[in-house]
């Protein structure tokens, strides 16, 4: 190439009138090795351009995360539109667990009053009735009569022990008689 | 716009929207945010991307506007950390044979460009944007493209030469 070609494109190059096209016969030029003296000043510019351009991402490392990223947003994206008709089948297994429930409840109740009728409302003549009614009530009487009697002795106890504790008194009094000094400190102690 | 299309159409831009990511935050790890936020962002609007002009202009939108959201986001500087991780890749750049001390200085010149020649410099010379495709992108007039990226490439030129970072070249 002319070196006064590249010196009249250089000077337009500074004034920003260059095409695309001198830019890369610029750089082309450059790049190589024997760049006359007088213009080796320019060379550093286009060496820095050109590695510069050569600068990329380190592929992989960024590919995978990219795909990580965009998978993310996909799932996002799915949910989103996923989600209403998710939820009204979620509510609605809801609600219908919940009837389910009541009126299973609901037979379970019923079930219980029809096959176990109290024995009252089971014996139809009115003197069954008198009679079982009269036979309950005897045994509570005859109950009661057993706790009475029970009762009575713990009264006994209770006399006993008013008589135990008379005896303690007793004991109190004599040895106060007998020590002087602890009767002594009883009185200034009141 | 179906997945296959996606992928064929959408999915290579990836590496200029990190770029211009990059270009704008100064940090790798964000600007691998920003491509994934822009792609989905994309994603979700697959029914409608059929209908605009340039699905590639209107990703690199996507990217300016996710950035700009992040840098005011960021309002309370915790770059401390960053930086540090940004000297580190820097480091690790330099280290790299292929002229990487010759580059140092552009990308240093690059730094004190102000932020839209910035990028008008990044879409033209590094991703070989047509003018009316860099006006788009960052709402600009055409005419007010061309002034600034001359300005901005002169602006480097000078940086290089008053810091003479490309010196030792003559030798």
């Known amino acids: 190439m002319n070196i006064k070609e590249i010196e009249d494109l250089l000077n337009k190059y500074y004034e920003g009138e260059t095409s695309l096209q001198d830019e890369n016969r610029l750089k082309d030029f450059f790049i190589k090795e024997d760049v006359p003296g007088h213009l080796k000043s320019h060379r550093a510019m286009f ?26 947003y996909k799932a996002e994206a799915y949910r989103a539109h996923a989600h209403p ?4 089948l979620y509510y609605l297994s809801g609600i219908a667990a919940g009837l389910f429930l009541l009126i299973s409840l609901v037979f379970v109740i019923k079930n219980e009053f029809k096959h ?6 089971k014996s139809s003549s009115p003197d069954i009735a008198y009679i079982q009614t009269r036979q309950a009530l005897l045994m509570v009487s005859v109950g009661l009569n057993t706790g009475i009697d029970a009762a009575r002795r713990l009264n006994t106890l209770d006399k006993a022990v008013e008589q135990i504790q008379l005896v303690d008194k007793f004991f109190n009094y004599t040895n106060q008689f007998m020590n002087p000094d602890a009767m002594m400190n009883l009185s200034t102690k009141q | 716009m179906n997945l296959q299309e996606f992928n064929a ?29 822009v792609f989905i962002r994309l994603w979700k609007k697959k029914e409608e991307l059929d209908r605009y002009r340039s699905v590639e202009a209107l990703a690199m939108v996507t990217t300016k506007n996710l950035c700009l959201d992040k840098i005011k986001a960021r309002k309370f500087p915790v770059e401390s950390l960053d930086n540090q991780r940004q000297f580190i890749e820097k480091v690790a750049e330099e280290v790299k044979p292929d002229h990487s001390d010759l580059i140092f200085g552009v990308r240093e010149a690059m730094k004190e460009l102000s932020p839209s020649s910035r990028l008008i ?31 901005a490439r002169k602006q480097i030129r000078e940086f290089l030469i008053n810091t003479k970072m490309y010196e030792y070249q003559r030798n």
């Open chain 1, 47 to 72: 060496l820095f351009f050109a590695s510069e351009a050569g600068l990329s991402l380190e592929e992989k490392k960024q590919e995978e995360s990219l795909m990580r990223r965009i998978g993310q």
């Open chain 1, 85 to 88: 008709g998710k939820r009204k």
């Open chain 1, 116 to 121: 176990k009728p109290s024995a009252f409302l």
């Open chain 2, 9 to 37: 159409k959408v999915y290579p831009l990836k590496d200029k929207i990190f770029r211009f990511a990059k270009r704008m935050l100064e940090q790798n790890e964000e600007a691998e945010d920003i491509v994934q936020e």
């Open chain 2, 121 to 151: 410099v990044h879409l033209r010379d590094i991703e070989g944007y047509e003018y009316d495709e860099i006006a788009e992108i960052l709402d600009m007039q055409e005419n007010a493209v061309r002034v600034s990226l001359s300005r």
